[in-house]
């Protein structure tokens, strides 16, 4: 039984920043407040908002030293205070790898957290990252419930040609097989289109998730079909900094050729290139769009042709589209990109209505279209709170 003062509490952490909020663990869980603290390892700094959007804190580490632990324990310190005796009764996590086993959120013990740590090459940016304050709470709380989301579980559903790379057998059993990414995002859209928006349930989407990372996802009958982020999150579309799609041969050549190495390699294909390597400029999309240098409107025309291709790939593999979503930084707020992929998508019969596009409605293709195409804002981490309420109702 659960108190009407009772608290779920979400943390999403990354390299460099854990995003975090609060939730009322009843009713739909009104947000209480969320934040981040970002620049970790280098100068932490810490910011929280209410529901409405307003600063409800706000601190700065000139040490730098704050590593994820004691990010983590700043959090729950940060918590306790503005709960005011409210009580946190569990915690959920994002976990970017679940590996073939985890298609669903769990309650993390320490053979969880062992099966987890396991997944570590498999995403070596991200999933020590995520482990860290699993572990802290787990020292500091022993008895609080922790739950794992994982941005895998939704892509579990795609069939299995769909999962699977042309490799010899005995690699594909080992877990070198097309995971896809972003699956808390997903599952959240999905959620929002078909509870409000006029599509027939069996409806065949492509939700294009636009942000820093980014990737699409086919949806038919709500469920992953196909997705474009593949054995880790850096294959697929063009994305901030990362490469999406590469021939491998380029990474033999730059390994025989030029020497790079492991590490050299890593860097190349996941900070180093994207909006950031084409344009030399910035990985960022309002920067991109505000200057004037051919690089820059380079680099986003890479980015949307990538997408445009890959939503004729995705419609290919569900046999048809009904329907484009937006979501995430770009999908939500750049209404050049969303017209300039509709451009892309007209032969499949997707046409924009530009005022509607420009105002960013719900519904920004003109009516009738036989291809419509929606905003939907994502929201990740109320994702995890409705993960974490669900799991610990069982
Ligand atoms: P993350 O993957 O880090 O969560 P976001 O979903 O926040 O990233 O997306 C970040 C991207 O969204 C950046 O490229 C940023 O420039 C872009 N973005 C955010 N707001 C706008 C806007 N108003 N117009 C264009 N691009 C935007």
Same mark, same amino acid.
């Given at each position: 039984?659960?108190?009407?003062? &009772?608290?779920?509490?979400?943390?999403?952490?990354?390299?460099?920043?854990?995003?975090?909020? !609060?939730?009322?663990?009843?009713?739909? %869980? &009104?947000?209480?407040?969320?934040?981040?603290?970002?620049?970790?390892?280098?100068?932490?700094?810490?910011?929280?908002?209410?529901?409405?959007?307003?600063?409800?804190?706000?601190?700065?580490?000139?040490?730098?030293?704050?590593?994820?632990?004691?990010?983590?324990?700043?959090?729950?310190?940060?918590?306790?205070?503005?709960?005011?005796?409210?009580?946190?009764?569990? *915690?959920?996590?994002?976990?970017?790898?679940?590996?073939? @086993?985890?298609?669903?959120?769990?309650?993390?013990?320490?053979?969880?957290?062992?099966? !987890?740590?396991?997944?570590?090459?498999?995403?070596?940016?991200?999933?020590?990252?995520? !482990?860290?304050?699993?572990?802290?709470?787990?020292?500091?709380?022993?008895?609080?419930?922790?739950?794992?989301?994982? @941005?895998?579980?939704?892509?579990?559903?795609?069939?299995?040609?769909?999962?699977?790379?042309?490799?010899?057998?005995?690699?594909?059993?080992?877990?070198?097989?097309?995971?896809? *990414?972003?699956?808390?995002?997903?599952?959240?859209?999905?959620?929002?289109?078909?509870?409000?928006?006029?599509?027939?349930?069996?409806?065949?989407?492509?939700?294009?998730?636009?942000?820093?990372?980014?990737?699409?996802?086919?949806?038919? @009958? %709500?469920?992953?079909?196909?997705?474009?982020?593949?054995?880790?999150?850096? @294959? %697929?579309?063009?994305?901030?900094?990362?490469?999406?799609?590469?021939?491998?041969?380029?990474?033999?050549?730059?390994?025989?050729?030029?020497?790079?190495?492991?590490?050299?390699?890593?860097?190349?294909?996941?900070?180093?290139?994207?909006?950031?390597?084409?344009?030399?400029?910035?990985?960022d999309m309002r920067t991109l769009r505000q200057?004037?240098?051919?690089?820059? %409107?380079?680099?986003?025309?890479?980015?949307?042709?990538?997408?445009?291709?890959?939503?004729?790939?995705?419609?290919?593999?569900?046999?048809?589209?009904?329907?484009?979503?937006?979501?995430?930084?770009?999908?939500?707020?750049d209404?050049?990109?969303?017209?300039?992929?509709?451009?892309?998508?007209?032969?499949?019969?997707?046409?924009?209505?530009?005022?509607?596009?420009?105002?960013?409605?719900?519904?920004?293709?003109?009516?009738?279209?036989?291809?419509?195409?929606?905003?939907?804002?994502? &929201?990740?981490?109320?994702?995890?709170?409705?993960?974490?309420?669900?799991?610990?109702?069982?």
């Open positions: 039984m659960t108190s009407t003062q &009772d608290c779920i509490a979400v943390l999403n952490a990354g390299s460099s920043s854990i995003k975090f909020a !609060l939730y009322d663990a009843h009713a739909e %869980g &009104d947000l209480l407040f969320r934040g981040q603290i970002e620049k970790l390892g280098l100068a932490p700094h810490l910011i929280a908002r209410n529901a409405a959007g307003a600063v409800v804190a706000e601190r700065s580490w000139s040490d730098g030293g704050l590593d994820h632990h004691a990010a983590t324990a700043a959090i729950m310190a940060l918590g306790r205070e503005m709960l005011a005796g409210r009580p946190v009764i569990a *915690f959920g996590h994002r976990v970017v790898h679940g590996g073939v @086993d985890y298609a669903a959120p769990v309650r993390v013990d320490a053979a969880v957290m062992a099966d !987890l740590a396991k997944l570590i090459p498999l995403a070596p940016l991200h999933q020590p990252h995520n !482990l860290a304050p699993m572990a802290a709470i787990a020292k500091a709380a022993p008895h609080l419930p922790q739950i794992a989301c994982f @941005d895998t579980a939704f892509h579990r559903t795609q069939p299995a040609l769909a999962q699977e790379f042309a490799l010899p057998r005995e690699i594909t059993a080992s877990g070198v097989r097309r995971y896809g *990414f972003h699956g808390l995002s997903y599952d959240y859209v999905v959620r929002q289109v078909r509870k409000t928006l006029p599509l027939p349930t069996d409806a065949k989407l492509v939700v294009a998730h636009l942000g820093n990372g980014a990737s699409l996802c086919a949806v038919r @009958d %709500g469920r992953s079909v196909a997705s474009t982020m593949g054995f880790t999150a850096v @294959d %697929g579309l063009v994305m901030g900094t990362r490469t999406g799609a590469l021939d491998p041969g380029v990474l033999l050549y730059l390994m025989q050729e030029r020497g790079y190495d492991a590490g050299k390699i890593e860097d190349l294909i996941y900070r180093r290139s994207g909006l950031l390597g084409v344009s030399g400029l910035s990985s200057s004037r240098a051919p690089e820059a %409107g380079e680099a986003i025309a890479l980015f949307v042709y990538r997408i445009v291709r890959e939503i004729g790939s995705l419609a290919a593999a569900m046999g048809g589209l009904d329907a484009i979503v937006f979501t995430a930084g770009i999908g939500e707020n209404a050049a990109t969303r017209a300039e992929v509709a451009e892309g998508c007209r032969w499949l019969g997707l046409e924009l209505d530009e005022v509607r596009n420009q105002r960013g409605d719900r519904c920004i293709s003109v009516t009738g279209a036989k291809v419509s195409a929606w905003i939907v804002p994502t &929201d990740e981490e109320r994702m995890i709170a409705r993960y974490t309420s669900e799991t610990l109702a069982g």
